[in-house]
């Protein structure tokens, strides 16, 4: 009944930039938090940033600094924009989608809803 469809992945050089988005369909939500996070090859997933159903953003150390994430409640829309990437960047990007929210969200687990990933690659 939700779908997530993430964009904006591609190849970008070092040092270079991308803004990913992530639109949700099928359902409409009143409170609603995302979390990006990322696979890379031979990796575990590991998270990237998280946006409160406030608008409050928490990034992992490794991002802070470089990435900003985003929401735009009437678009049904979360970003996250990726500055002064690195070859470590590289991984599968996925958005991921928390309803029904109550109280403090556990992002290391495999709830809600997830898209299916759009490819970051930074290469020289």
């Known amino acids: 009944q939700v779908q997530l469809v993430e964009a904006g992945g591609g190849l970008v050089q070092p040092g270079g930039s991308l803004n990913l988005s992530c639109v949700y369909r099928?359902?409409?939500?009143?409170?609603?938090?995302m979390g990006w996070y990322r696979r890379a090859p031979g990796q575990q997933r590991e998270l990237v940033a998280t946006?409160?159903?406030?608008?409050?953003?928490v990034y992992e150390d490794f991002v802070k600094g470089r990435f900003a994430i985003s929401r735009d409640n009437a678009a049904k829309t979360g970003y996250l924009r990726m500055n002064s990437l690195s070859p470590e960047d590289t991984a599968v990007y996925f958005c991921?989608?928390?309803?029904?929210?109550?109280?403090?969200?556990?992002?290391?687990?495999?709830?809600?809803?997830w898209g299916q990933g759009t490819q970051v690659t930074v290469s020289s």
């Open positions: 991921n989608l928390r309803t029904g929210i109550f109280g403090n969200i556990d992002w290391a687990t495999d709830a809600g809803s």
């Open positions: 099928g359902s409409a939500f009143s409170l609603w938090a």
């Open positions: 946006i409160t159903r406030g608008g409050y953003p």
